[in-house]
Every structure is written in structure tokens, then in C-alpha cells.
């Protein structure tokens, strides 16, 4: 299995619980195909660099996640149909990438949480 970066743009126009549904159902099928996430970092609503399908804002979400390459074509087939996604990107990481990740990871595990 190999590691993935997914950056999805969801249209920021919609109610944050749409949005919500939407992230579900993208982690949905990466773990109901055998992937498993390692971080979902939601960046929330930015201005874009430019219009996309007429929009100008758009709702960021990070995805890390372990999968076989066959689910990549999944995902990138439910992104070309599911309406709510206006951009997306998938790369694969290499090992230089991956040992970065796991050094992130360990750093992230050793930080005391504060407590407030």
C-alpha cells in the first residue's frame, strides 16, 4: 500500500454540514476499499486564486491516507461526479516525503496537550 496526499476544494457555498457529508463519504470510500487515514486537516474557507466554476471561495481539506493504488481511481472517478468538489488533487508520496510524515507524526505524539 502507499501513502497519498489529497487536497479537495469543496464549493464553499455550501452549509458546513454538507460539507461535513461530503468529507464522510470521501473517507468513507477510501477506508470501505481496504485505505486507511492517517490525518484529515480542514483547512476551512479560502479565497481562491482564481474563479472556479464560478466561484471564488472554496472549502480546503487535507487528506492523508494508505491505499492500494486501484482506490485512487475510485476516488478520482466519485470526484469527477460528486458535485460538491470543485478541484482535487492526489499525489502519491515518496519515501523522502513519508519519513518527513513520521517524523511530524512522532513530534506531533511527544507534545504535551494543554489543557485549558
Known amino acids: 500500500m502507499n ?4 487536497i479537495v476544494i ?11 457529508t461530503s468529507i464522510s463519504k470521501i473517507k468513507d470510500l477510501i ?3 481496504g485505505g486507511e487515514l492517517l490525518k484529515t486537516d ?3 474557507r479560502k479565497r481562491l486564486a482564481y474563479e472556479i466554476k464560478k466561484q471564488d471561495k472554496g472549502f480546503y481539506v487535507l487528506l492523508i491516507f494508505k491505499t492500494a493504488p486501484d482506490t485512487i481511481k475510485k476516488l478520482e ?3 469527477k461526479v460528486f458535485d ?3 478541484k482535487y ?7 523522502k516525503e513519508v519519513k518527513h510524515l513520521e517524523k511530524l507524526q512522532a513530534a506531533e505524539a511527544e507534545q504535551p496537550k494543554s489543557e485549558g
Open 3 to 6: 501513502i497519498y496526499e489529497n
Open 10 to 20: 469543496l464549493n464553499a457555498a455550501l452549509p458546513d454540514e454538507e460539507i461535513n
Open 31 to 33: 477506508v470501505n476499499s
Open 42 to 44: 480542514m483547512w476551512g
Open 77 to 79: 472517478e466519485l470526484y
Open 84 to 86: 460538491p468538489v470543485m
Open 89 to 95: 488533487m492526489v499525489i502519491r508520496l515518496g519515501v
